[in-house]
């Protein structure tokens, strides 16, 4: 999975300003997320989420999966852009009871935890500032 070493904790990165940054931030969190793909704590959470769901009911896979990241992951601000794997916030869901992250956090395991299920979805930057640069990502 991992070449013989273990999952990385958090990708600490210094990021250039602007869009070339957010780009950075958006290929790393795709690497994650594919990385995910083959591990089976983060698989063992998303069958665990649609498990009593019944079968072809895509719609309620979609918002079970939201529903429990919102549910999981308290949002904050973060000093230093960095951005937990996948595997890192389902073991702290599963020690705490909550992990903590800000949005790119909370996208990279919902995207995750929705390829598991087969779901087909990507990544949205959009600005809401005034100087047009890039601060929030959501599936």
């Not at 601000?77 to 009871?97: A, M």
Request: net charge neutral; aromatic share 6%.
């Amino acid at each position: 999975m991992f070449a013989g070493r273990p999952a990385p904790l958090h990708e600490v990165v210094q990021l250039a300003e602007g869009w070339p940054g957010t780009n950075h931030t958006v290929s790393i969190i795709a690497r994650l997320v594919e990385e995910a793909q083959m591990d089976p704590a983060v698989r063992q959470v998303a069958e665990n989420i649609v498990r009593r769901i019944p079968e072809h009911d895509k719609p309620r896979e979609i918002r079970a999966i939201s529903d429990f990241v919102r549910r999981h992951v308290r949002y904050t601000n973060e000093g230093i852009e960095t951005t937990k794997t996948p595997r890192v916030l389902v073991d702290e869901i599963e020690k705490y009871g909550t992990a903590i992250g800000d949005c790119d956090d909370m996208v990279t395991l919902w995207l995750a935890l929705q390829r598991m299920v087969g779901t087909k979805c990507r990544l949205r930057v959009f600005s809401q500032r005034q100087d047009g640069q890039a601060n929030h990502i959501f599936g």
